[in-house]
């Protein structure tokens, strides 16, 4: 069964570093999703995105996160110049060829910021 | 603004038992409805949705789930508990009108003794 991928699994940075969260989301899909998850709080979408281009964001989503799909198969998340309170577990997803589809989840990365 | 609430932080059942994990919503339009699990470091797992039709649904693992407009209420349900059930639930709405981010629940860890 296809299944969406994520790497790394655990990602430790220094605070004010960049890092890049990257997905391979199901391959026939066609909306992309980036969710968070800070250690004893709720899932919150942070970004989603078709056809090459953001279709929905969160508050969360500022000036320091950006996404792209370099390729056919990888979707990244960056995030500049990282916070302590960045630190979170972060799941990318995906759906098919209608955004009211269920979407399918990473394992995610845990992001550590120190 | 759409929320979910989900009540009970834990649920304890003993195998065979029927389990069942609550959820309620708030948004301004109809809503789709889904239940996730989460077993210990791995992603969210798709169970059941609903979209429209039938109030009761029928998903993954011999889950279902039974959709009340009157009272909001999306609980998730199954007739005989297994100990393999013990996991993290998460409920979440999608507001037809108001784009594709979920919306999630705070999660109901699922307790089941042997």
């Known amino acids: 069964e296809p299944e969406v991928t994520q790497t790394p699994s655990h990602q430790v940075t220094q605070m004010g570093q960049e890092v890049i969260l990257r997905c391979v989301p199901i391959?026939?899909?066609?909306?992309f999703y980036w969710y968070r998850q800070i250690l004893g709080q709720k899932v919150e979408f942070l970004v989603s995105?078709?056809?090459?281009?953001?279709?929905?964001k969160s508050e969360i989503f500022d000036d320091q996160f950006s996404v792209e799909r370099p390729d056919g198969s990888n979707f990244t998340l960056k995030i500049r110049s990282t916070k302590l309170e960045d630190s979170a577990m972060y799941f990318c997803?995906?759906?098919?060829?209608?955004?009211?589809?269920?979407?399918?989840f990473g394992p995610g990365t845990r992001l550590t910021v120190l | 603004a759409q929320s979910v609430a989900q009540p009970e932080d834990q649920v304890n059942v003993a195998e065979g038992n029927p389990l069942t994990v609550k959820c309620t919503y708030s948004?301004?339009?109809?809503?789709?409805l889904f239940w996730y699990v989460q077993y210990p470091n791995r992603g969210l797992q798709f169970l059941l949705k609903y979209i429209t039709g039938d109030n009761l649904v029928k998903g993954s693992y011999g889950f279902e789930a039974e959709f009340n407009k009157s009272q909001t209420s999306f609980h998730l349900k199954k007739p005989s508990a297994l100990v393999s059930d013990s996991a993290l639930y998460f409920c979440a709405v999608r507001d037809r009108t108001a784009g594709t981010a979920l919306i999630f629940g705070k999660g109901t860890t699922l307790s089941v003794s042997s």
């Open positions: 948004v301004s339009g109809n809503p789709y």
């Open positions: 391959s026939n899909h066609l909306y």
């Open positions: 997803a995906s759906s098919a060829d209608s955004p009211y589809n269920e979407q399918f």
């Open positions: 995105f078709y056809n090459n281009e953001i279709s929905e």
